[in-house]
């Protein structure tokens, strides 16, 4: 497998690989790194190279994640990341190039779409739906039928009413309480949460 991105993030997701004995790892950067312990970080194969490993792209911004997503899309396989400690819904399903942290739980009919982080021991009820390049951060809680759009980020410790809304590209802060529906391109703080600008595209 490799993992694209030397960073901190990328640190937890090599350490899933490890927990679920992933037999080969690489670390790809386009920056010259030092190593991570003892995995070298390697420049990325020139395209149009074909590269026949997996990939992880571990990058936590959601919009840097879909542009490197969008510029391998051609010439790799995205795999995916979870956790032995997480529990995945038999009746979720769970997109390439996700990765699931440690202590996660991802209940019934549960849709992750693309490229999204559930980052540790967040809580995904039933019939939520998550599109493409979104975080779930730290300890933050769906309730059921929650739909998050491409690209958001909700705050560690954020949580929220079953059945809301919540638009694409949005940031939702740390321990916000989202009781009511959130537009596109929205920052949202608070409990109740309430929007403080939305950032037009």
Not at 58 to 72: E, L, M, P, Q, Y
Not at 99 to 104: D, F, I, K, L
Not at 157 to 181: E, L, M
């Amino acid at each position: 497998m490799i993992v694209y991105g030397a960073s901190g993030h990328g640190k937890v997701i090599i350490e899933i690989l490890e927990n679920i004995l992933t037999p080969h790892i690489e670390i790809w950067d386009d920056a010259v790194k030092p190593p991570v312990w003892e995995y070298e970080v390697k420049p990325p194969l020139p395209a149009p190279q074909p590269i026949a490993d997996e990939m992880i792209i571990s990058i936590g911004v959601n919009a840097t994640r879909k542009k490197v997503a969008d510029r391998f899309c051609e010439r790799v396989t995205f795999g995916k990341a979870i956790h032995s400690t997480a529990f995945i819904s038999k009746r979720a399903t769970i997109g390439e190039g996700t990765v699931v942290m440690a202590n996660v739980t991802v209940n019934a009919d549960v849709k992750v779409g693309r490229h999204c982080i559930l980052n540790t021991s967040c809580s995904i009820d039933h019939d939520c739906v998550l599109g493409d390049y979104v975080h779930i951060s730290p300890g933050a809680a769906l309730s059921g039928d929650v739909h998050v759009g491409e690209g958001t980020h909700i705050g560690t410790g954020a949580s929220t009413i079953q059945g809301v809304r919540i638009g694409k590209w949005c940031n939702i802060g740390v321990g916000a309480v989202v009781v009511k529906d959130i537009p596109d391109y929205a920052t949202a703080v608070g409990n109740p949460a309430r929007v403080i600008k939305i950032k037009q595209p």
